[in-house]
């Protein structure tokens, strides 16, 4: 985290600093210690095994007047993310399987592409 100290050390005070990343860095020690940072971050995640599991469970809403793309909210705990932590998925209805929206496939959610933030 000694990058986040020179971005903090460079940046007017009082600058909101705040970290978007992919899901290749996402690991639940670095979610634990940006959350002890006090650091706002978005980061895509990997559709794990726990978070396939939540989606079952989960319950979707519309996210614009757009009714093929919705979302729902998992509890970082539950998926295995931690503490502290909040996954949200966003999912598009499948139309056409020859050009399928951005997304993965999850087992039960086969006419949905999953992507989880």
């Known amino acids: 985290m000694a990058a986040v100290a020179r971005v903090r050390a460079v ?12 899901s ?3 690991w639940p020690c670095i979610g634990r210690r940006l959350n002890e940072l006090g650091l706002p971050f978005v980061m895509a995640s990997p559709m794990s ?6 989606l079952h469970q989960a319950t ?16 970082g ?3 295995g993310h931690g503490e502290g ?7 598009r209805k499948l139309h056409d399987p020859k050009a399928p929206p951005l997304g993965k496939v999850v087992p039960g959610f086969d006419k949905w592409r999953q992507q989880a933030i």
């Not at 940046?11 to 992919?22: Q, S």
């Not at 979707?60 to 509890?75: K, M, N, R, V, Y």
């Open 11 to 22: 940046l007017a005070e009082g600058a909101t600093v705040f970290l978007r990343a992919d």
């Open 24 to 26: 290749e860095f996402w």
């Open 49 to 54: 095994a726990g978070v396939k599991l939540m």
């Open 60 to 75: 979707f809403q519309q996210l614009t007047d757009d009714e093929d793309i919705q979302f729902a909210s998992l509890d």
């Open 77 to 79: 705990r539950q998926t």
């Open 85 to 91: 932590v909040r996954i949200v998925v966003i999912r």
